[in-house]
């Protein structure tokens, strides 16, 4: 059983880095809630609304790609609607997304708390219809300026240098002063892009999960100072943006970054090499993002990993063939309890649902495994771990590991599965075991939580992050023994949980383009280049819409190794696109894709 006081470990996070920083919890809490009302939430461990949560973290710095949040029904319902309206946006169906948009405003009686946090993010919503609709931008004003006053004050542009602040409302300040630009107020605009600029500086935001909204701002402020004939500070600007980019491991505003290179004094920091190295780059994005315009490219509200309690819990019955009785039972409770919570009328932010999360091995309430020291993952620190092992260090991945031993309860079943998953990678290394007996260990590890048989039945899988490595190590395991379509057969069939129905967020999508990046080496191993190249050009403008710079960097590699291996024979675009590939890879400073596209350039250029 999970005791009382590690049931809210974000919001303990929350009040120790508002300590460990000497930041003000009425700091954080200005225009989201009462301070009072945050004290009661950590103290009596009262669950937070997920966007007044995700709006502290990230006033704070503090990413929110590491965290599962598993939510009740009508939180879930909200997140259904605000997914669906940025796919309508996406796929420019903006009818359906304003009548979504209506149905959210709606709807918020139902909401528990955060009220105008809500109504807010509708009205960022709506502002990117109303630009793809092409509406004065003085009515788009309006709707921005309504949004903001929802959770900023009044004089909120005389204090932006010390206000910390959200996604939702960096993005609705950066959709102020473009259009501001458009208005011809570019004195107006060029001051909120200066202090916004300065904002991203402090240490919360630098570098930090932001920082594709501040390279919006980045760019466009460049541009003015280009203008303004401010090259020093153009200079400064270019230089913190495109390291803060490639750390991000982003691509899409690198290129033209680098482009206001060209315009400074006979090229100060390129020579004529780099800067067909750089322009490489730009092909490869305009190559798949066909309408790319850097000029009104702005980016669209995210979420990550979000699950409905009631919808996961019924999946994960069905994977592991438990029934409601038999999990009430495990659960020391009625089996009335289980069918009121798989219907959404029980909340699920209860000790019997903490019960419920660890007996089928998801990650317990909203964290990924939360180390209780220093605010870091522990899929971050696993993360350390795999990169020491691919290095080739293995006594630094077997320390980490045990670190993580150390800081983890391990009456947490994902916990177990964890560090056990990557002990038997120490294992495999360290000893020269054949496919069939990993293929066993694998199968071993991953019952800890599933049963490999059980998802094999299944269809519409949805795993998380220890699983869908393991899961695909197991295909892999197959194409060794020669068994590739029982491999593809498990992956396409994992592949379809991360479809529109289950929307699993930004998150999701992430795992279904690595997961369609295996099926798709899976395909080649068997020769069927043509259908592999297929499936990588269905996923490139996956991967561009989302900025992905190291997964464009694999299929661009993955897609002209199949070229070479089809044709034997490579065109004047292909070897274009794999030096925007090599140059891109070398930036973000991956030296393996490095290495494989020097092998694969040396032998078919």
């Known amino acids: 059983m999970i005791e009382g006081a590690k ?76 997914e669906k309206i940025r796919m309508h946006i996406n796929n420019k169906r903006f009818l359906e997304a304003n009548q979504l948009i209506e149905k959210y405003i709606n709807m918020q009686e139902v909401v528990k708390g955060a009220k105008k946090l809500h109504l807010q993010t509708a009205l960022l919503l ?8 092409k509406v004065d ?20 542009e005389q204090k932006i240098e010390t206000l910390f602040l959200s996604e939702v409302e960096l993005l609705l300040l950066t959709r102020k002063a473009l259009l501001l630009e458009i208005m011809q107020r570019k004195d107006e605009a060029y001051e909120l892009y200066f202090k916004l600029y300065q904002r991203q500086l402090d240490k919360p935001y630098r570098g930090g999960e932001l920082i594709h909204v501040f390279v919006v701002v980045d760019y466009h402020l460049s541009k003015l100072c280009f203008e303004r004939g401010e090259l020093e500070l153009l200079k400064e600007i270019l230089k913190n943006s495109i390291e803060a980019l490639l750390k991000n491991n982003k691509v899409l505003l690198v290129a033209e970054l680098l482009a206001f290179n060209k315009c400074l004094v006979e090229n100060e920091f390129l020579d004529e090499r780099q800067l067909y190295d750089y322009d490489a780059i730009k092909f490869l994005v305009l190559n798949y993002k066909k309408e790319w315009d850097p000029d009104i490219y702005f980016p669209l509200y995210r979420e990550y990993d979000v699950y409905s309690f009631r919808k996961i819990i019924i999946q994960r019955r069905g994977l592991m063939r438990v029934s409601q009785e038999e999990l009430s039972e495990r659960c020391c409770c ?28 998801l990650p317990i309430e909203k964290s990924f495994s939360l180390l209780e020291t220093e605010y870091i993952s522990i899929k971050e620190m696993f993360l350390n771990a795999l990169v020491a092992l691919n290095n080739g260090d293995l006594k630094k991945s077997r320390s980490l590991c045990n670190q993580v031993k150390q800081n983890i309860d391990l009456d947490l079943i994902v916990n177990k599965q964890g560090i056990e998953w990557y002990n038997f990678l120490v294992f495999c290394k360290e000893h020269n075991i054949t496919s069939e007996e990993k293929l066993k260990g694998l199968e071993e590890v991953l019952a800890y939580t599933l049963s490999l048989e059980n998802i094999d039945k299944v269809e519409n899988v949805i795993l998380y992050g220890n699983e869908i490595d393991i899961v695909c190590s197991i295909a892999h395991c197959y194409e060794q ?26 998150e999701g999508i ?91 350039y040396a032998k078919y250029c």
């Not at 003000?24 to 301070?35: A, N, R, S, V």
């Not at 009515?139 to 959770?151: D, I, P, R």
């Not at 009121?340 to 419920?356: A, L, N």
């Open 7 to 82: 049931k809210n470990l974000i919001l303990k996070m929350i009040k120790e880095k508002c300590m460990s920083d000497g930041i003000m919890q009425k700091e954080i809490c200005l225009g989201l809630c009462d301070p009072a009302y945050m004290s009661r939430c950590i103290s009596k461990n009262v669950e937070m609304d997920k966007l007044m949560l995700d709006a502290i973290m990230q006033r704070l710095g503090i990413s929110t790609k590491s965290y599962a949040y598993i939510l009740r029904d009508s939180e879930y319902v909200c997140f259904e609607i605000r």
């Open 126 to 133: 709506k502002s990117y219809i109303l630009e793809k609709e």
């Open 137 to 156: 931008a003085s009515s788009q004003m309006q709707n921005v300026e309504k949004a903001l006053v929802y959770t900023l004050p009044k004089d909120y």
């Open 334 to 361: 009625n089996k009335t309890t289980i069918e009121r919570m798989e219907q959404g009328i029980v909340d699920t932010q209860s000790d019997i649902g903490y019960h419920i999360l660890n007996v089928v091995g």
């Open 481 to 506: 023994i020669n068994k590739v379509n029982m491999g593809l057969l498990l992956l396409e069939k994992i592949r379809k949980g991360y479809n529109v129905e289950n929307m699993v967020g930004e």
């Open 510 to 600: 992430i795992f279904y383009l690595i997961l369609s990046k295996k099926v798709e080496s899976m395909y080649a191993s068997k020769g069927d280049f043509k259908y592999a190249n297929s499936l990588i050009n269905e996923c490139l403008h996956q991967v561009l819409e989302h900025d992905i710079a190291g997964l464009l960097v694999d299929y661009i590699y993955d897609k002209i190794w199949n070229k070479a291996q089809e044709r034997k024979i490579l065109d004047e675009d292909d070897i274009y696109e794999l030096k925007g590939a090599y140059t891109l890879s070398v930036m973000i400073g991956d030296t393996y894709m490095e290495q494989c596209i020097k092998r694969l």
